[in-house]
């Protein structure tokens, strides 16, 4: 374990953890960048040819046409360090052991097997490092009868379900606007690590972390999968339109949409007159009946808004304690203040394309007297092999460890 940094310039709580990340694509790398904005050091190592797949997936491309970098890449890949190693060859593959003698984190997204054919398996691991936490996702599951099948989002968004409840209509299944598979996976992996991590501390033993992006899908199915596995009701898509509260959903007004969420009785007492509909109206007195009649409610409520615009109505809604928003697009995101005042932007300077804003961490950590305790600076997503020289130095004790990025 390397060296914590003390004072003012401590990156955060995982200062000191060094990760070895193997993995590539977006579930692991996800992972990894958040253990990386918890304060952990990141060593990515990435194999013979381009390195991480998505270093190639776009457009769009920033930067120079003779060395293009990938947008896809810089989403999942922010405080880290590079390093490339071809894992067949016996030298590069003694480089990977010494890492990992060092480490207290493995990271890997290889199909099951993959680790064992590279003569990785888990008790050369747990010989090698016997306080390593490894953390291995797959698609489907490490074993099982599909365990080997390749894991990709939105695969495993139509396998999982997700995509039987998402879009308007049964006959027109749709995907998660992003690649929420991944992302869940990589966010339960972490979650996996830190209790392993935490463990650790009192055993002094490693563990192995697994998850997949079916296990990430079917665990968020929350009330939908209860209505079936309790109520045996199979859930069909329900459009912009909450499956089981209304008023609940997209609703249009004179110059485009807007949102709402009468989520209990309370607010539906507030948000009734606002539409000038009775609340105690028998067809919208109760969740149950509104949900029953909610056609009717729906068109009440945008025939109310026909001659409002968005910003009246949702200045009408705040004023009466009805929870609503905008549809922003991207864009529009970024731009917030909002956004922007919570952190979610953050400025890197990339050594090809110059500085460059990046979507920032989800977790913001403070001392219980306000006091920051997370990372204060991030680092570019790295050019491939860019600390091959930094992280080799550091390995054959050359280079004092810090536990921070190596220049």
Not at 63 to 81: H, I, L, Q, V, W
């Amino acid at each position: 374990m390397a060296e914590r940094s003390a004072g003012p310039d401590r990156t955060g709580p995982l200062d000191g953890t060094v990760v070895v990340d193997l993995s590539r694509a977006l579930a692991g790398p996800h992972a990894t960048m958040v253990l990386a904005d918890l304060g952990a050091r990141v060593v990515k190592v990435e194999g013979p040819g381009g390195g991480d797949e998505t270093r190639s997936w776009g457009p769009p491309f920033v930067g120079p046409a003779d060395a293009p970098e990938s947008t896809y890449f810089m989403a999942a890949n922010r405080n880290k360090e590079s390093i490339q190693l071809d894992l067949k060859q016996a030298a590069d593959l003694d480089v990977l052991k010494d890492l990992l003698r060092r480490a207290d984190v493995l990271v890997e997204n290889f199909r099951p097997g993959v680790l064992d054919r590279l003569g990785l398996p888990v008790a050369e691991l747990r010989r090698l490092n016997p306080a390593l936490v490894l953390l291995s996702i797959t698609g489907f599951g490490h074993d099982g009868p599909e365990g080997g099948r390749a894991g990709y989002d939105q695969i495993a968004q139509g396998e999982a379900g997700l995509m039987s409840l998402t879009g308007p209509s049964a006959d027109r299944p749709t995907r998660v606007g992003l690649p929420i598979g991944d992302v869940l996976a990589g966010l339960n992996g972490a979650i996996g690590v830190l209790a392993a991590l935490a463990e650790r501390s009192r055993t002094g033993e490693g563990a192995v972390v697994r998850t997949s992006l079916l296990a990430g899908l079917v665990g968020a199915h929350a009330f939908q999968g209860t209505r079936w596995t309790v109520a045996h009701e199979v859930p069909q898509p329900s459009g912009n339109h909450h499956p089981q509260i209304a008023p609940y959903g997209t609703f249009r007004c004179a110059d485009g949409t807007l949102q709402l969420a009468v989520g209990n009785e309370a607010i539906w007492a507030r948000f009734a007159p606002v539409v000038g509909i009775d609340p105690r109206e028998p067809r919208f007195a109760d969740n149950a009946s509104r949900f029953a009649h909610r056609d009717d409610l729906v068109e009440l409520v945008e025939k109310a808004f026909a001659d409002r615009s968005r910003d009246r109505c949702l200045a009408e809604l705040a004023d009466a304690g009805v929870p609503a928003g905008a549809i922003r697009t991207l864009d529009e995101v970024y731009d917030w203040e909002q956004t922007r005042s919570q952190g979610l932007v953050v400025e890197v300077d990339h050594p090809v394309v110059g500085t460059v804003e990046l979507p920032g961490p989800a977790l913001r950590l403070e001392g219980l007297d306000g006091s920051p305790r997370g990372r204060s600076h991030h680092t570019a997503p790295p050019t491939l092999d860019q600390h091959a020289d930094g992280v080799r130095a550091w390995i054959t004790g050359t280079a004092r460890p810090t536990g921070r990025t190596v220049a």
